[in-house]
């Protein structure tokens, strides 16, 4: 008995600790984009996101002001300010005029550039270069200097985003996409799933046979015909190709047979005595469905809408294909792909755009979770 329970407590363990770890690879890099969306794009190039919450300590360059801001003072001539001017003081460390040696010198002590000419440059940003003989030209002394910054976080990506690179207009498309192409198919699913699980006809089988085997067909094959097909309808009634509805239409018949399989599992489950109590109480098939068979199927209808919502909001291909790359039609994934290619320094940018990108499928899936595992699960001990 002993050894059953140890045994059992182990197993606890190991699922305990295997469950932990299966969180922490999926929550360290979403912490990792949020807080790099945060942060100014000097500090995410100096360290990494774990360390935003400390100082972080960047090389920079400035420069002197030029020869006409000298004075001369006890025979020499002084250039003397703060070379960080208006802009926030920071902690310099060590400094030098060479980019081959930014801190060569120490901040605070007196560098001797030759010919007599001495900088110092202190903690504080201030300095004093002097010289005996007139300082000449338009353009002062290039100094580098290693400062550190203490943690900033700011609003400011997320306003450039939204509102200077496109994400917000995409962010509406990708919306104007998902929300039809998950309802449709729900629709359409429920309808069949109900014929193909209560109701008798011929071909029934073959029928459930077909949608089975259209589960292994990949939709790369199948993407190219399905457009010559669809704009062959277009160029026939006259309608543009690239539309809204042609990517409703596309993203129906690839969510299509999923759905109707997974949602014929579930309701081939329900009980069949309360199937036949309404049977005898005169009701039809439609009254049965939309009374008794959908408030009892929300479970797996809210299952498939978080799988639908995320590969729909999540895609790229398809909206490439059915979709311009306008303006009032590109997606938030097509909109953060050329990001990518335009401003792929900017990280800034691109943590912002990933974080809006994955901030909705979030909020859907942690909605609908608590019907998630039961909407899979119910279905999978008998069916019809």
């Given amino acids: 008995m002993a050894v059953a329970t140890g045994k059992s407590f182990a197993s606890r363990f ?25 942060r100014d794009k000097d500090q995410i190039i100096a360290s990494g996101w774990w360390n935003s919450f400390s100082s972080s300590t960047q090389t920079e360059a400035g420069r002197l002001p030029p020869a006409s801001a000298q004075v001369e003072k006890d025979g020499k001539f002084v250039l003397a300010g703060n070379i960080f001017g208006d802009a926030a003081a920071r902690n310099i460390s060590a400094f030098g005029v060479k980019s081959a040696a930014p801190t060569q010198y120490p901040a605070g002590t007196a560098a001797d550039l030759g010919d007599g000419v001495t ?3 202190n903690a504080d940003g201030t300095f004093v270069m002097s010289s005996p003989k007139a300082f000449e030209g338009d353009r002062g002394q290039r100094v580098y200097y290693a400062s550190s910054a203490p943690p900033k976080f700011t609003t400011d990506n997320y306003n450039t985003v939204l509102f200077s690179e496109g994400i917000g207009r995409s962010f509406m498309n990708s919306l104007t996409v998902t929300i039809p192409a998950t309802v449709i198919p729900i629709l359409i699913a429920a309808f069949a799933a109900y014929a193909l699980a209560w109701m008798r006809f011929p071909g029934r089988a073959l029928l459930i046979a077909v949608i089975i085997g259209l589960l292994v067909v990949p ?3 199948s993407l190219i015909p399905l457009l010559k097909l ?37 309701i081939a489950g329900l009980p069949r005595e309360i199937m036949e109590s309404a049977r005898i109480d005169g009701a ?11 408030p009892l199927s929300f479970p797996v209808l809210a299952s498939f809408a978080i799988f639908q919502f995320l590969w729909v909001w999540n895609d790229l291909l398809v909206a490439m294909v059915f979709l311009g790359t306008e303006g009032d039609q590109i997606v938030l994934t097509a909109k953060l792909n050329a990001l990518l290619g335009s401003r792929g320094g900017d990280w800034e940018i691109l943590t912002t755009s990933a974080f809006v990108t994955i901030i909705v499928p979030l909020i859907v899936f942690f909605s609908l979770q608590r019907y998630f595992v039961r909407g899979l699960l119910a279905g999978s001990v008998k069916g019809g």
Wanted: aromatic share 16%.
């Fill in 284 to 294: 039809s098939d439609f009254e049965i469905f939309v009374k008794i068979v959908l």
């Fill in 230 to 266: 669809y704009n062959g309808v277009g160029t026939f009634f006259g309608v543009p190709s690239k539309t809204y509805l042609g990517i409703w239409l596309a993203h129906t018949g690839f969510g299509l047979p999923f759905a109707i399989y997974l949602l014929r599992s579930y």
């Fill in 14 to 38: 190991g699922v305990h600790i295997a469950v932990l770890i299966f969180v922490a690879i999926w929550t360290v890099p979403t912490l990792g984009i949020l807080v790099s969306s945060l």
């Fill in 119 to 121: 900088l110092q440059l």
């Fill in 219 to 221: 939709l790369q094959m």
